[in-house]
């Protein structure tokens, strides 16, 4: 499964509601490449300051991390991912990495979200957390990857919907109603 939404829209928190109640695997891009640039690896260097300006990680990156982690073991039962693809290059590169290893993609959700809301969204998730705040997380920064989500994963949502895969569910709900929506979407 895929979720798709502007920054801020709840894909992650969703992700992890939905992949913790059925076992899934969440397989978040934004916390592999975080994690690449907290342990400062060749990959973090690398995206460290693509991330710090909102711009979108080279897809040869990205697709290799994810290829890697979905052929883990903990994804044997099933996988979410969030953030990922993110223009209609990675979704043609994701459809081809399913294909060569026989798993099929159920389902791609959009969350559909105000932008006028988006930064109090990550003001509130800055708030909530100041210890751990994400590089990513400032107003200036969420400006220019709502602008690159608008240029290039909204089209994302567009060659899903052409495959008969796309679902919409309002993300401007509280978190457990826009859960129990995606539950009625999914038929969960």
């Known amino acids: ?5 502007l920054p801020g829209a709840g894909k992650g928190t969703q992700a992890q509601t939905l ?18 640039v907290a ?9 460290k300051d693509i991330m710090a300006q909102g711009d979108l990680v080279p897809d040869r990156l990205v697709i290799d991390i994810i290829g890697e982690h979905m052929s ?13 693809p993110r223009n209609v290059a990675q979704a043609e590169a994701l459809d081809k990495m399913l294909e060569e290893k026989n798993i099929k993609l ?5 969350l559909v979200v105000d ?12 708030a909530a957390q100041p210890n751990s705040a994400r590089l990513d997380d400032t107003e200036t920064t ?6 690159v989500y608008e240029e290039q994963t909204a089209q994302v949502a567009t060659y899903y919907e052409a495959k008969g895969l796309l679902k919409r569910v309002d993300g401007m709900q509280d978190i457990d109603t826009v859960t129990q929506q995606i539950k009625a979407v999914l038929g969960v």
């Open 1 to 5: 499964m895929v979720f798709l939404g």
């Open 19 to 36: 992949a913790r109640t059925h076992n899934l695997s969440q397989l978040s891009t934004g916390d592999m490449l975080r994690a690449a």
């Open 39 to 47: 342990a400062d690896t060749e990959i973090g260097r690398q995206v």
């Open 72 to 84: 883990a073991p903990a994804c044997a039962k099933g996988f979410i991912l969030d953030g990922f």
């Open 106 to 110: 159920d389902a791609v959700l959009e």
């Open 115 to 126: 932008t006028a809301i988006l930064g109090d969204r990550i003001n509130s998730r800055i």
């Open 142 to 147: 969420l400006m220019q990857r709502v602008k």
